[in-house]
């Protein structure tokens, strides 16, 4: 009976998360389009961050819970998913071209600040200290990305400009409630199926709210891939994934700090490989190609089975 509506919850919990972030990303996207930024940056930017929002209301709520196992796990586990599940799904739709300076910069910098994560959590803790270390890189990278989008002209026109802005700022305001009262609602149910099932919440925030928070980016990226949009779908599980190690980790551990686990010594390896492994499929011809899609499936489908 406790099973079913803990399930329950988790799953009212994930459909807010996912409502809400998409009704952040219709309303930022827009208000981002008034501005002007083209769409690379808005991918890298503002869909980025609405993406992962719910990454960032649970493992924010974990850590000031005290279950800082899933804190990391969902963050870690998110970016894993991220590459070898939504981009590989992405790719299976259409294959997806892969812009230079994702290949030069953004994709090398998720991989570094991935080692930097590990090399933090070699004493069993994300400090205080060392979250602030990650929110410096956080700024070093929204100049980086200020300067791209001065280089870029606007190449897309849409309804954007006829939409009202009270319109706007409501998704916007609406879809951030969604995803903090969702998040709250994911937390607990995923703690108390973990106690029930006896599963460890390394495991759960991995798998269960790494999925659960991942669906945003699933459905973003896999319809901009349908769209042949390949500059927002890469773009936005990049900027998501290094949005959730620089912005989210930093700032749950300035705020408090968020133990690390030996195991998730394997799960951030596992992190770099699948960055290390879409470097290497988009290498040669700037291009994820459908095949590039079946394997990095197949390479998440061993990793799952390594932590099962």
């Not at 980025?48 to 209301?57: F, N, Q, V």
């Not at 071209?97 to 570094?112: A, D, H, I, M, S």
């Not at 901009?224 to 936005?236: F, K, P, V, Y």
Request: glycine share 8%; proline share 3%; hydrophobic share 55%.
């Amino acid at each position: 009976m406790e099973m079913g509506l803990q399930a329950a919850l988790l799953a009212i919990g994930f459909l807010l998360l996912v409502k809400g972030a998409d009704w952040f990303v219709a309303g930022a996207s827009a208000l981002a389009e008034k501005c002007k930024i083209p769409p690379l940056v808005i991918g890298l930017t503002v869909v980025a961050m609405g993406t992962s929002l719910p990454e960032a209301s649970v493992s924010i709520s974990a850590a000031l819970k005290g279950n800082a196992e899933i804190t990391v796990g969902n963050i870690v586990g998110s970016n894993i998913l991220n590459i070898l599940i939504i981009l590989g799904l992405s790719a299976l739709f259409h294959p997806l071209l892969v812009k230079k300076t994702t290949l030069r910069y953004e994709l090398p910098f998720l991989t570094g600040i991935t080692g930097l994560l590990l090399l933090q959590g070699q004493d069993g803790t994300i400090s205080q200290a060392d979250g602030l270390i990650l929110l410096c890189f956080f700024a070093l990278y929204v100049i980086y990305l200020l300067l791209l989008a001065k280089k870029k002209p606007e190449t897309d026109k849409n309804n954007a400009y006829q939409q009202k802005l009270w319109k706007i700022v409501l998704l916007v305001v609406l879809g951030l409630a969604a995803t903090v009262v969702g998040s709250a609602l994911a937390v607990d149910a995923a703690c108390v199926i973990a106690r029930l099932l006896g599963m460890s919440e390394r495991f759960i925030g991995l798998t269960i709210v790494a999925l659960g928070t991942s669906l945003p980016e699933l459905f973003t990226s896999v319809s901009a891939a349908r769209r042949g949009d390949s500059d927002l779908a890469i773009g936005n599980i990049v900027g998501s994934n290094i949005f959730n190690i620089l912005l989210i980790i930093g700032l749950s551990a300035a705020i408090l700090p968020v133990p690390f686990a030996p195991d998730f010594r394997f799960d951030c390896l596992a992190a770099i490989a699948a960055a290390v492994l879409l470097l290497f499929c988009c290498g040669k011809n700037n291009k994820l190609k459908r095949w590039h899609g079946a394997m990095l499936l197949a390479v998440y489908a061993v990793y799952f089975f390594i932590i099962f």
